[in-house]
């Protein structure tokens, strides 16, 4: 009987569980969306108990639909949409509130308060994050200040926090164990990445009980084993956490220092392996923990561009330019340029570099030849400007060349859009056989630990490229185009 690694892959729009053979390929995946709910302008929240009855029905379907039983599943990965906060009563179990999703502005008051108070700096140096409505502090600052009650149930003790993973770990092992790993712990804004501690005067700052917080363990171990209610009368090992993004950097095996991921999802997430040093951006980058593994943490630098596939779905259902995303290729290449058009799609402002959530998107060049392929055209291009504006970023704050880009996520089946980046990079870009990197970091992490797999370097071996492009334009031109970015760029922050 062949054993199975399986992924559960927490994301924004939908769960997933992937089922993972030996030589880390995909053998059946099951899906499941949730409900998005905005309760006011700008407020992006997920029912947990939903994302928690999506992950069960997934890990219950993918089964079904590899016609196999749990017993053939040697570990369980988890990866999840990072910063989204859960609060939850430890005598009930049920959240007190609904998780706040990374995308949520609810707390820009808090954090403009804070910036005021002049602690900017203070949790820069010790967190390698800003003080941006992005991350979990001030959520769960927000919900503390917000839910009848719930101050005071922090204060004795009753209630718990967890990003995502912690929340699914929690639930899997019918409320055992409270754990989080490195890379999720460094996206909350209360974690302090370089004494590996929760921080006590961050949390005193934030005013937030250190007895709701999950003990924070490496990204590789056994943190506890599925009830059997849970999975089919079987003791699972949960054996691998970590962010997405930072499990994307480990399924495309990035294992080396320099070497450079995105992810060309809803957003786009940059993250550059530093190895064992966490360098400090000048540059609006993050510094991020990429993964606790073998006794230490690794390091990574992080761009974080907030609309990107999602630009694409907005002329979709937006603008109705057509029916389905892929369609935006055959329409890009029907035009041998955008012909001057610049799309800025700052939709929810922009994250790296220039951090500024108060503009809004825009659009430069229009003449009276203007068609809707160079309108599409110049929105693709868009994603691959925003990915230069971070890469520039990275290499200046690391000092490291860039020598290729490793890509993955839903946009990077477009090939217009792939050559476009490689021409604005001028390195190759480097599109592997396994686009859902994500759930395969995850699943890598979990085999590592129950001894599936053996060491990075076969985990690296088994990393194959579908497709290589290599630039193909010429210096002057990609100047030209990206300076004409620039100019948008700059203009749609003088209209805000
Ligand atoms: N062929 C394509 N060309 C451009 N964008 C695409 C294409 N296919 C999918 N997308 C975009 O990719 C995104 C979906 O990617 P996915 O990795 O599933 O996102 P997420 O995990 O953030 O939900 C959507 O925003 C969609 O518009
Ligand atoms: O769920 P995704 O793939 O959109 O990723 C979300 C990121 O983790 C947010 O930081």
């Given at each position: 009987m062949?054993k ?6 927490q ?6 569980a992937?089922?993972f053979?030996?030589?880390g390929?995909?053998?059946?995946v099951a899906q ?14 997920h029912d947990?108990n939903?994302?928690?009855?999506s992950?069960?029905a997934?890990?219950?379907?993918v089964?079904?639909?590899a ?12 990866t999840?949409?990072r910063?989204t ?19 949520s ?6 954090c403009?308060s804070l910036?005021?108070q002049?602690?900017?700096d203070t949790?820069?140096?010790k967190?390698?994050?800003l ?5 979990s502090g ?9 839910v009848?009650?719930a101050?005071?149930?922090a ?12 929340w699914l ?5 019918g409320?055992?164990?409270h754990v989080t790993?490195y890379?999720?712990a460094?996206?909350t804004?209360?974690f ?6 929760w921080d006590?005067?961050l949390l005193?700052?934030l ?5 709701m917080?999950p003990e924070?363990?490496?990204s ?5 084993t599925?009830?059997?209610y849970h999975?089919?009368?079987?003791n699972v090992?949960?054996?691998?956490v970590?962010?997405d ?8 095996a990035?294992?080396?220092q320099?070497?450079?991921k ?6 786009c ?6 190895g ?7 540059h ?30 907005w002329?979709?259902d ?6 389905d995303a892929k ?6 290449t ?6 001057g058009v ?11 570099p220039y ?5 809004r998107?825009?659009?430069?060049g ?10 599409i055209r110049?929105t ?12 520039e970023?990275?290499?200046?704050d ?7 880009l490793r ?7 477009n090939?217009f859009?792939m050559?476009f ?12 056989v396994?686009n859902e990197t994500?759930a395969?970091?995850?699943a890598?992490l979990?085999?590592?630990a ?9 985990i690296?071996?088994?990393?194959k ?7 193909a334009?010429?210096q ?5 185009l ?5 100019k ?9």
């Open positions: 062949e199975l690694m399986m992924a559960l892959d994301g924004t729009t939908s769960s997933r992937i089922l053979n030996h030589d390929e995909i053998i059946e499941r969306e949730f409900e998005q709910f905005f309760p006011k302008s700008g407020w992006v929240e947990a939903e994302i928690w009855t992950i069960t997934c890990m219950a379907e089964l079904r639909k016609d196999i039983g749990p017993a053939q599943i040697a570990g369980i990965g988890i999840n949409q910063e906060t859960v609060v939850w009563d430890r005598h009930t179990n049920k959240p007190i509130h609904k998780a706040i999703v990374w995308q502005r609810q707390t820009t008051d808090i403009k910036i005021n002049g602690y900017q949790f820069r140096k967190t390698g994050l003080m941006d409505p992005y991350f001030t959520k769960v600052k927000w919900i503390l200040d917000n009848e009650g101050r005071e149930k204060d004795n003790g009753d209630l718990m926090f967890g990003t995502i993973d912690s770990i929690y639930k899997l092992t409320g055992e164990v790993d890379s999720n460094s996206r804004l209360l302090n990445i370089h004494d590996l501690n006590d005067e005193s700052i005013d937030i009980p250190k007895s917080l924070v363990k490496s590789s171990e056994i943190y506890g599925t009830i059997d999975f089919f009368g079987h090992p949960i054996a691998g970590a962010g993004q930072h499990a994307a950097l480990f399924g495309q990035c294992f080396e320099g070497m450079v995105n992810t060309y999802g809803t957003g997430f940059v993250l550059m392996n530093t064992e040093k966490a360098v400090e951006s000048n609006g980058l993050l510094t991020t923990i990429a993964w606790g593994l073998d006794g230490k943490v690794e390091y990574a630098l992080e761009g974080s561009i907030f609309v990107a596939g999602s630009a694409v779905q002329l979709r937006g603008l109705r330019m057509f029916t369609q935006s290729e055959e329409y890009a029907r035009v041998t340029s955008s012909d610049y799309l800025v799609p700052a939709f929810v402002g922009l994250g790296t951090w500024d959530s108060d503009v998107g825009a659009m430069f229009l003449t009276r030849a203007t068609k809707k392929e160079h309108v110049a693709l291009e868009a994603l691959a400007y925003q990915t230069k504006d971070v890469v970023a990275m290499v200046g690391a000092a490291i060349p860039l020598k290729s890509v993955d996520g839903g946009a990077v089946k090939n859009l050559q980046q490689s021409d604005m990079l001028g390195v190759n870009v480097q599109r592997p396994v994500t395969l970091g995850a890598y979990a085999g590592l129950v001894g599936f797999w053996d060491s990075k370097q076969q690296a071996s088994q990393w490229i579908d497709q290589t492009f290599a630039p334009m010429q002057d031109e990609r100047d030209q990206y300076n004409g970015w620039k948008a760029v700059e203009a749609t922050r003088v209209f805000k």
